[in-house]
């Protein structure tokens, strides 16, 4: 696909990912209790990885040392991130799990200083913070709900340190290369990860599966994980890490929307206060209010937030290139 195509609509599919993950986290839940969660995870991105590596079969001609690394790279922390998402979901409320995995959305601009020396502006910084806090107020339990540390809740936080790092990676080893070939290595290798998880722990392997749980794997599979990862990757291919951080963590609001859509939930007031604060967040990091600072004297407008193929030159590839 031609890359000024995909440059062009990077940020409204990092848009797009958190959107179908709001909705995909009830469906992930009520899976939950026909699957154990490593055999879920292995026959989601299996069938994932086999789909998009026979859609998009002339990219393996492309297939390298740097894209096996890369894959094996991403895929792995991505493993990580779901493994423990997945079993903190098991001892914790849908709210708190999606809430303590946003954390991410603070740690990425560090993280990235970290390993690119690329040092996060006070308006990534304030972005990320308000983002947070609206986050908190969209997620959180209301009066009367249940704040305490659980097992469910450390465990999610563990996943957003291993979302953190996936994110960084993934924008390290997605320069000059297919992003498409990149993603189904990466659905391959977390596969095989899932797999060999649940054969050590011994999981009871799946019986007696419903119409109504293969459908609500064949969601996770083609929306969930083909589609909304697949734009992940495409969009932070051309986003910097801090913004496309962000624009993910809103995956936690929008499953709160989801269920307030289908009467599970009822907006309340903090929620509708934490909609602004993120929406305030997400301007935050797109415009960097630029536009309130206009026509002040030795002010100049920030420059694009995506990376253009000069700052790439400044990343090492997975294999070692620059």
Known sequence: MNESVLQKWAKPMLLAAPI????????????????TPLYLLAFRFTAAALILALVFWRSWRRLDRGYLLGGLATGTLLFLAYAFQTFGLEG????KNAFLTAVYCVIVPFLNW??????????????????????????????????TMGLGDALTLVCGL???AHIVVVNRCAQDRDIFLLTTLQFAFFALWSWAGALLFREPFPTGLTGGTLL?????VIFASCGALLFQNIGQKYTAPATAAVLLSLEAPFGVLSSILVGEETLNAAMAVGFVLIFLAVLCSETKFAFLRRGKKGVDSPAPDGYNSSQANTLQTCDGEK
């Open 92 to 95: 914790t409320t849908a709210g």
């Open 114 to 147: 970290a390993v690119a020396r690329k040092r996060p502006d006070k308006w990534n910084i304030l972005a990320a913070v308000v983002c947070i806090a609206g986050i908190g107020l969209v997620s959180l339990p209301g009066e009367g709900g249940d704040l």
């Open 216 to 220: 609500g794997l064949a969601y996770l």
């Open 162 to 164: 291993f979302f953190a």
């Open 20 to 35: 179908i993950w709001g909705s995909a986290f009830v469906v992930m839940k009520h899976s939950l209790d026909s699957f």
